[in-house]
């Protein structure tokens, strides 16, 4: 038991003049979920820190549905290479958001951080629905809405450094036993919820405004994202920054000792990410044209919409069961199980394919499919999020988070052009509907064993431990530990 003696030689300050929601706060306080606050304030800076990526899965989505929008509309996006850059380009500017946010969340603000990536959503997502070329030039226009999506992306990626870690940080003063399906529910399954919302308002507009006025279909389809962001506006300018943040932050980092204490882990995480991101964002964004293709050329556009609602509505209770189950058995299993039945799933997919490749069978596809995107949003969608925010010390989690998120984007940006070449390489159709099932079947595979073999476990209070292993790694490698914490200087 440490005396108020041993607390006040040890910080400087009298411990009746300590609070436990101070940015006087010593290192060894009471546990962050004995502060004294109320159940809503403990929850509600969870809720406003991850619910942003509700944005990613919209604006990510809706994508693919204007993309086959715009190939009905203008017959030069077929031959543009825009066609391929409007789909493309918004993971290359996520990219740079994660790496870029990820830097000013560690050594600036997780709340400003975060504020600065909504404004951009907002901006550019309503740019996005404007994009006009000069003097009405459909080349500049298509020019324009691609730049619109790549700085789009930037503030997509800032909400992952900077929101998703504050979340996971926000979870210590929740209950334990129940911290990873918070953090879950706030995040990854908010990007489901934003992917069905993508398949269902696109499939609603092309009704309302029929084949024969898709030129302002795709532009509301755009303007919709525009809501997101700017619902979250208020109650993240009353965030106040998270208090383990307060506890633990750095004012000079050590880089060298950094790289050497957590290189291998985030090496094992970054893989598992960019494998999964590979796969699944690439079939979500080519979806709708796959399903297109299965129900035939005189299907009303609408309807293959309708069956990627259906597709998409399948992420939903794989993410939901896998925030519970990551409770129960932790997220290094949960990820495993999940994946490696994905695989298993994908492989029977691409086997029997030649009999799902039928109209008459598209109902049974879209089962098989749903199951096999289900299972990845129970595994790695949910857990590798989680694995990557709390498997790193508080002081250079933005930064850890950042760069593992960043590589499971380039994973998605590789994938969306690898996949049609491997279509285009097929030797017939059928191949050609097979190939990707089987590339995607193999990786789920291999990140199954890297998960179980390589990531650590995860359990409700290891960012507090692991906060105190790094400590403990600075201070046997000579450095002041004294320095970190929002401390006042004396």
């Known amino acids: 038991m440490t005396s108020k003696s041993d607390v006040e030689t040890h910080t400087g300050v009298s411990p009746d003049k300590l609070s436990p929601t101070t940015d006087d706060l010593p290192v060894d306080s009471a546990p962050l ?42 017959k030069e996006y077929k031959t543009s290479p825009a066609s391929q850059n409007i789909s493309s380009i918004a993971f290359a500017g996520t990219v740079v958001g994660q790496l870029a946010f990820g830097y000013l969340s560690d050594h600036w603000s ?29 080349p500049g226009m298509f020019a324009a809405l691609t730049a619109y ?3 789009l992306g930037v503030g997509i990626g800032g909400e992952y450094p900077a929101g998703s870690v504050a979340a996971a940080e926000s979870t210590g003063e929740l209950k334990s036993g129940h911290r990873n399906r918070w953090f879950i529910m706030f995040t990854n399954f908010q990007i489901d919820l934003g992917y069905v919302a993508s398949a269902l308002a696109s499939m609603i507009l092309v009704l309302i405004f029929t084949d024969k006025h898709l030129r302002a279909a795709w532009r509301v389809a755009l303007g919709l994202g525009v809501i997101p962001p700017l619902s979250l506006l208020y109650l993240r300018l009353k965030l106040n920054e998270p208090e383990e943040f307060n506890r633990e932050r750095m004012r000079k980092f050590p880089i060298w000792l950094i790289v050497k204490f957590y290189w291998k882990r985030l090496a094992v995480v970054s893989l598992i990410w960019f494998v999964y991101d590979f796969s699944a964002y690439s079939f979500n964004i080519y979806s709708s044209q796959w399903v297109s293709i299965i129900l035939g050329d005189d299907a009303p556009l609408w309807k293959s919409m309708g069956f990627s609602v259906v597709v998409n509505v399948f992420y939903i209770p794989g993410s939901f069961a896998g925030a519970f189950i990551s409770d129960w058995i932790g997220p290094r299993n949960t990820l495993t199980i999940g994946v490696l039945l994905q695989g298993i799933i994908g492989f029977i997919m691409a086997g029997c394919y030649q009999y799902l490749n039928t109209p008459r069978n598209v109902a049974a596809f879209v089962v098989v499919y749903g199951i096999f995107s289900a299972l990845g949003e129970m595994g790695p969608g949910d857990n590798i999020g989680l694995c990557a925010s709390k498997s790193s010390a508080t002081a250079i989690r933005g930064q850890y988070y950042g760069i593992a998120a ?3 984007k380039i994973g998605a940006f590789v994938g969306t052009y690898v996949f049609p070449v491997i279509q285009k390489n097929a030797p017939n159709e059928i191949r050609k509907g097979q190939d990707p099932f089987f590339v995607s079947s193999s990786l789920c595979i291999l990140s199954a064993a890297l998960a179980y073999f390589l990531l650590p476990q995860i359990g409700q209070d290891t960012i507090t431990e692991e906060d105190a292993r790094f400590r403990e790694f600075l201070e046997a490698n000579g450095y002041d530990t004294t320095t970190m914490g929002n401390r006042q200087q004396q």
């Open 406 to 408: 960043a590589m499971g």
């Open 110 to 138: 997780r709340k400003w951080s975060l504020m600065i990536s909504t404004i951009i959503l907002f901006v550019f997502a309503a740019l996005s629905a404007g994009s006009y070329g000069y003097h009405g030039s459909i």
């Open 33 to 74: 979920d004995n502060t004294t606050k109320s159940r809503w304030e403990r929850s509600w800076p969870t809720i406003a820190c991850g619910a942003g990526l509700f944005s990613d899965g919209y604006l990510n989505g809706i994508i693919g549905p204007v993309n086959t929008m715009l190939e009905k509309t203008y």
């Open 149 to 151: 999506r790549f700085f």
